[in-house]
Every structure is written in structure tokens, then in C-alpha cells.
């Protein structure tokens, strides 16, 4: 989970577990008063699982503190605003979020990520990210400092020219045929993709759209060195860096990576792309 969200539930994980031990009950004897699995009193006091308002109302009464229901309820709409808190930087414009990204990229060596709706943002031409950018600042009623974000996207690009890193972008065809810009600058586009099909230390594979998927195209996420998850949808991001989570998407990344093509099979893709754009 996000540092700041993961954090915060395992705060609340000690309070329930606090309130267990004034109750003097173990873990097994408390799921067993609620009809739960030992597992999951276990993975709650951990701060592994995320509780519902309903689990938190159980907790109180069955340990003996209902008073103390509202308490743990303000803790998890707490915990529920650092999980968007990544929203809340957004008041600062698109320029601040780039830096971010661009602070981690500058941490990361070994990069693989999926992008099954836009172009990834470190092979986006300048005209395409500005094109992006304008439609989450309308989205998220954000600053439109979109100038300063298309400058800072193109800037982190330059991490890609340094040969002891290494980059595996995969990409679903779908996202080659999205269009969040005009004809032209999506032409462009697909032209700078082709230019980076070659082997070296960024690869980039396609997904087409009949390959045998694994799994649904549905989230794009970046793997760090198999430390940390960025995942991203049109409503949320977040930063993962639970053990498990980041083993999940590996597993998942894996999967698409297998329905992948390079090369000349790649290329064909993207001219089917840019056949039906007209291009």
C-alpha cells in the first residue's frame, strides 16, 4: 500500500489490538465471538487488510468497548482520505506530480510497466502529453499549468539515454488507437513508438488485441525493482510497497508480458493502428 495508507492502517491495526487485550480475549476467541476466521482478527491487527466500517462496529462490540465504535470509524475515513491523498497534490498543478514521478524514476533501475489506455509518459511526444494532461487537469479541475507538466514529462525522458537502467514497456493495442488527441499528433505518436522497437535497454511489446489474454486490460501499473507498484486509473493512483502486493503484480505483468509481441509482429500492430486512424 501507499506508505502514508499502509502506515496509518497499521496504526489502526494496533487499536484494535489494543482493544482485544483490554478485553482479554485472544485472537481465536475473539473470532470466534464474531463468527470470523482467526486469519482475518490477524491480518486486521497487521495492518494487512483494510476493515469496513460494519467489522470496526463487531470489533468494539465484541470486545467489549462499543463506545469506542465512532473512534475506530474516524480512523478508517482518515485512512480512506490518505488513500486519495494523492489527489490533494493536484492542487499544486501537474507540475508537482511529474517532479514526483520524476524523483522516483531517478531511484529506479530496473522499470516494467503496463499501459493498457494511453502511451506511457516517458515515450509520449510533447504534442500527445500535452493533449493527455489537458484532459485530467478538465477531469480533476486542476491548475492548468500544463506547460510546465509537458516540460517536466519531456525531462523525465531523459533517464531513458542512460544505458545502466533498464525498461520493459508493454502496451496494449487498444491504447494505440485511443484517442486523446487529434489524427496528427497521434500519428506522430505511433511513430516515435516504432522508433523504439528495437532490443537495447528499453523494450517495448505490444499486446494485441487477440492475443490469449491472461488477464484484464483494465489497469496500468509500473513496477520499480520489484520494491515498489504505481498503479493508475482515470479516478486514483497509488503507491504499493507491501511485499505482496508488489508480488501480485509482478505475477500479473508476467502474464500480459507472455501475450506480448516485439519487433516486426509489434510493428504490424501498430500499422493496423495507424491503418484505422487513416494515417
Known sequence: MSTDYQQARISLGVRLRELRTEGGLTGRALAARLGWTQSK???????????TAADL????EGTGHPECTAELV??????????????????????????????????????????????????????YARAVLSRYAVIHTAPRDLEAAV???????D????????????IWEGALRARPCTPAVLSAQLERIVGRLGAGHVRVGIVPFDADMQL???????????????????HAEMWLDDPEDVALHSRAW?????????GPEAHRVIVRAQHALGA
Open 159 to 170: 533517464i531513458l539515454s542512460d544505458q545502466s537502467r533498464a525498461f520493459h514497456f508493454l
Open 74 to 127: 474516524g480512523r478508517l475515513r482518515g485512512l480512506e482520505t490518505q488513500y486519495r491523498s494523492w489527489r490533494r497534490q493536484l492542487a499544486g498543478g501537474y507540475r508537482a506530480v511529474q517532479e514526483a514521478h520524476w524523483m522516483q524514476a531517478r531511484q529506479t533501475h530496473n522499470r516494467r510497466s503496463f499501459d493498457p489506455a494511453l502511451i506511457p509518459g516517458l515515450l509520449q511526444t510533447a504534442d
Open 254 to 262: 508476467e502474464a500480459l508480458e507472455r501475450s506480448a509481441v516485439y
Open 57 to 60: 462496529g463487531a470489533w468494539a
Open 41 to 51: 482478527v490477524s491480518k486486521l491487527e497487521n495492518g494487512k487488510q483494510t476493515p
Open 216 to 234: 484484464p486490460a483494465g489497469v496500468g501499473f509500473s513496477l520499480h525493482d520489484d520494491r515498489l507498484v504505481i498503479t493508475e486509473t482515470w
Open 151 to 157: 516540460q517536466a514529462r519531456m525531462g523525465r525522458q
